[in-house]
């Protein structure tokens, strides 16, 4: 059974930084799809970054290109979300997803996705 357990939200003011991490267990596979969505009150669930873990492929919405990165650490079978220069608007949870044994498609896409966690939260002042 696959798990992902999220950590490292909380609150910062604008312009401050977050590391996000996404530990993945229940699994032996490395070629994954994995993902951070966030959704805020009364909002759809957006993909904000995606990485293909077999070759290191990233993806990330127009909205926080330049501020936020994912990475991996295989042999933690854990991602990594770097938050820089938040924003009040990136306010959400941030949920962590993985599609098993597939490359990205969009890598953004909430329906490419089988497995989830259960979020953490994110909140930005100004």
């Known amino acids: 059974q696959v798990q992902l357990v999220e950590s490292g939200g909380g609150s910062v003011q604008a312009g401050g930084s977050l590391r996000l991490s996404c530990a993945a267990s229940?699994?032996?596979?490395?070629?994954?799809?994995m993902g951070w969505f966030r959704q805020a009150p009364g909002k759809e669930r957006e993909g904000v970054a995606a990485?293909?873990?077999?070759?290191?492929?990233?993806y990330y919405a127009d909205s926080v290109k330049g501020r936020f990165t994912i990475s991996q650490d295989n042999a933690k079978n854990t991602v990594y979300l770097q938050m820089n220069s938040l924003k009040p608007e990136d306010t959400a949870m941030y949920y962590c997803?993985?599609?098993?044994?597939?490359?990205?498609?969009?890598?953004?896409?909430?329906?490419?996705?089988?497995?989830w966690g259960q979020g953490t939260q994110v909140t930005v002042s100004s």
């Open positions: 997803a993985a599609e098993m044994l597939a490359p990205c498609v969009s890598g953004l896409d909430r329906y490419e996705y089988n497995y």
């Open positions: 229940g699994y032996t596979y490395s070629s994954n799809c």
């Open positions: 990485i293909y873990t077999g070759g290191g492929s990233t």
